[in-house]
């Protein structure tokens, strides 16, 4: 099973309003990366909050992390249309000398003009 | 340029065979990591690895193998055990743990 499940599935939004998707995750955590991928492309990197963090902001981006939840959610302001994509977020374990890097179901976001 | 690269980026297989994806990154990249995507769906881990000559199974590593002989390349080998191996393959690097990781454009694998 996947080590994270995002909410909601799917999420379709005017341009200019701001999205919010939420990941549940099942294990204990290095970090949390949030990932975008554009329909049949490889993901790009968006965002990282460590697990002794509880926000971060990069640019439209806002990411929360509460790790007594396991749970994190990513919000994008004033969305607009060229940020249609599927958002994932990806938790990182460390396994002896490796990185385990475990990603959630996605979040499809539509945004339309 | 910088990057990681997967060839080919269609791959079509008769079933019963073996085929093998590559995935090569020029970035000196400690880690590396394989996922299969299916139509709708998450990344699903089938190995990973952190330094040569060692990796570990992801969550679906059944039907799968993959070799880490030098630090620029981990190709994955899809085998005839693999039940339904029609997918979506990605392949990944990052520099260090705990790090973001860098795909590949993918490679789609179709099985006829």
């Known amino acids: 099973s996947q080590q994270g499940e995002e909410d909601p599935q799917a999420l379709s939004i005017q341009e200019g309003e701001n999205a919010t998707m939420n990941c549940s995750y099942k294990?204990?955590?290095?970090?949390l990366q949030w990932y975008r991928q554009n329909s049949g492309r490889g993901l790009v990197h968006l965002i990282l909050i460590r697990s002794n963090e509880r926000e971060k902001h990069s640019g439209r981006l806002r990411v929360t992390l509460d790790t007594s939840k396991k749970s994190s959610s990513l919000l994008i302001t004033a969305s607009r249309a060229a940020d249609t994509a599927s958002y994932f977020c990806?938790?990182?374990?460390?396994?002896?000398?490796?990185?385990?890097?475990?990603f959630g179901t996605g979040t499809r976001l539509q945004v339309t003009l | 340029d910088g990057g990681i690269t997967q060839s080919p980026k269609y791959l079509f297989r008769k079933e019963g065979q073996n085929v093998t994806l590559s995935c090569e990154q020029n970035?000196?990249?400690?880690?590396m990591y394989w996922y299969r995507q299916d139509p709708g769906q998450g990344l699903r881990l089938i190995y990973y690895?952190?330094?040569?000559?060692?990796?570990q199974k992801g969550d679906i590593a059944e039907g799968y193998s993959v070799s880490r002989e030098k630090k620029e390349s981990f190709p994955l080998t899809v085998t005839s055990a693999q039940k339904n191996p029609t997918a979506f393959y990605l392949c990944?690097?990052?520099?260090?743990?705990?790090?973001?990781?860098?795909f590949g454009q993918g490679t789609r694998l179709t099985v006829v």
């Open positions: 970035l000196n990249h400690d880690a």
């Open positions: 690895s952190q330094i040569v000559n060692d990796f």
């Open positions: 990944a690097s990052s520099i260090y743990r705990n790090t973001e990781a860098f």
């Open positions: 990806a938790t990182v374990l460390n396994t002896g000398t490796a990185s385990k890097l475990t």
């Open positions: 294990t204990s955590i290095n970090n």
